[in-house]
T-cell receptor, first 114, second 110 residues
Framework: DAGVIQSPRHEVTEMGQEVTLRCKPISGHNSLFWYRQTMMRGLELLIYFNNNVPIDDSGMPEDRFSAKMPNASFSTLKIQPSEPRDSAVYFC????????????FGPGTRLLVL | GIQVEQSPPDLILQEGANSTLRCNFSDSVNNLQWFHQNPWGQLINLFYIPSGTKQNGRLSATTVATERYSLLYISSSQTTDSGVYFCAVERGFGNEKLTFGTGTRLTIIP
């Protein structure tokens, strides 16, 4: 299996621009998670989906952030407009989603907002 | 929310040494996972261990759920073990939301 796939791996953008991060979960996994990692806040869950439905979005920082999962093999995390404080590594993870399951992480997208 | 504390925050060891990393959590949990983040940033799941003991090669983990702690043991350390080790917990109740600790940064010196 190819594992969780994320794109792009690196993104540099200017403040105010729209940023879209993409994730393909492991085939057969029903839960998908978006995390953000920063030095100040560590690893924090932003949102997670089960069977393409958002279950918990309490970690989404503000309305500038949105996430979608149109089908079982694709999800996006969008930031519009982006701000310098959004600079972080964004991870996508997936699990079988049949209860309490091991989560498998993608390689992450390193975002820098200038 | 649940609090997850890891100790020590930093650990520097000579290659071949053994180490014990600790994770304390503030409430009962239905899920506990240990992850290794390598120097390139990749997060690798090491163990899913809400209770009991598991071993995988030179690594083993023990969770004592009633006392709200977990230990990760690394024996005969290698330089490839360097990185940050995270403990993450979930309270369950049908929610898969993991709360991560702040991690232990392990550096293995050749």
């Amino acid at each position: 299996d190819a594992g969780v796939i994320q794109s792009p791996r690196h993104e540099v953008t200017e403040m105010g621009q729209e940023v879209t991060l993409r994730c393909k979960p492991i085939s057969g996994h029903n839960s998908l998670f978006w995390y953000r990692q920063t030095m100040m806040r560590g690893l924090e869950l932003l949102i997670y989906f089960n069977n393409n439905v958002p279950i918990d979005d309490s970690g989404m920082p503000e309305d500038r952030f949105s996430a979608k999962m149109p089908n079982a093999s694709f999800s996006t995390l969008k930031i519009q407009p982006s701000e310098p404080r959004d600079s972080a590594v964004y991870f996508c993870a997936s699990s079988l989603g049949q209860g309490i399951e091991t989560q498998y992480f993608g390689p992450g997208t390193r975002l820098l907002v200038l | 929310g649940i609090q997850v504390e890891q100790s020590p925050p930093d650990l520097i060891l000579q290659e071949g040494a053994n180490s014990t990393l600790r994770c304390n959590f503030s409430d009962s949990v239905n899920n506990l996972q240990w992850f290794h983040q390598n120097p390139w940033g990749q997060l690798i799941n090491l163990f899913y261990i809400p209770s009991g003991t598991k071993q995988n090669g030179r690594l083993s983990a023990t969770t004592v759920a009633t006392e709200r702690y977990s230990l990760l043991y690394i024996s005969s350390s290698q330089t490839t073990d360097s990185g940050v080790y995270f403990c993450a917990v979930e309270r369950g109740f049908g929610n898969e939301k993991l709360t991560f600790g702040t991690g232990t940064r392990l550096t293995i010196i050749p």
